[in-house]
């Protein structure tokens, strides 16, 4: 049984609606009454790893779960596929022995009736879209928000789809600044996913001279230099840079740890400013290398490094 079998009724197949076009944004229907509770919050800190998030020793974020922080693994190497995979409702995973992958799915997805405060949730809606703030929004009555920071999730990517709501910051690494823009309504529970770009290389605080952060591109970057990298007889010119030394890898590693300690001050902010109800996951999209058998960063790695993220959830009240 695979995950899209998962959703699907046992009962005699019903005879198939008719084709319905695809919402985009903008062209989005009126929700259904509210069937849940909770607000509904997935923070994303981008590229953080699980042991750089517990040596940084957060007190404030771990009041959401009574101080306990689970080590999980992401399904992608990289912000973009492991968003998407987060906006299908798999959540970093543990990795039961001897348990089929379908048994594991049907507990991660029962647990939403706790996270949103809802009983009986018909999750056989999700298919075929298997699209969780479709379903939020069009099934359950949620209002549904994204705030990007990276921009390879800016919204006129794939992931923008079923969101009232969709804004990429000005700022790749200003969580705080993501905070005024998070609205609440007591008549309709919110879905806020928010990508949090500070643990992100070059792991860097909102304050800082931008001009002294080293320079690698990413996705984006790489796209947007493409035709710099090539020269007059079409052959791909390659970047001398030096690989980074050991001290600064470990430079940068402790980079990383010191925004995980920063972003611990926004989050009294954030958990000051939700109201009651609200459920909130804390988590990553996938980990970081700094230096272990001669990788660094994200993407293109094989090594658990790059999948172990923390995981922890709860009510701040």
Known sequence: MGLFDLFKKKPAPA?????????RPGMLGAQPDPKAENN?????????????????????ITKLSGGKVEKRYTYAS???????????GLLPHTTPPNVYASEYYKEDFFNYNTRLGAKGIEFAKMVPSLWLPGFLRNTLGYSTHARVSLPVL????????????????????????????????????????LNVGETHYPYALPNEDSSMWPRISGVNGVFKKMEESIDDKGQLIKDDTQFFDADKMEQLRQRQINTVKYLDGVFAELF????????????????????EMGYFGHGPIMHEKCFEVPFLEGKIR
């Open 154 to 193: 800016n919204p006129k990517t794939g992931i923008n789809r079923d969101f009232d709501t969709f804004q990429l910051m000005d700022h790749h690494n200003d969580m705080r600044s993501m905070l005024p823009t998070l609205k609440f309504d007591e008549k309709r529970p919110a879905f806020y996913m």
């Open 40 to 60: 509904f919050i997935i923070v994303i800190l981008d590229s953080c790893r699980w042991d750089s998030f517990m040596e940084a020793a957060p007190k404030t």
């Open 78 to 88: 990289w912000t973009a596929p492991s968003h998407y995979n987060l906006l299908t």
């Open 15 to 23: 005879p198939k609606p008719p084709v319905r076009p695809i919402v």
């Open 272 to 291: 000051d400013l939700v109201p009651k109800n609200t459920h909130i996951i804390v988590t990553a999209d996938h980990g970081e290398l700094f230096g």
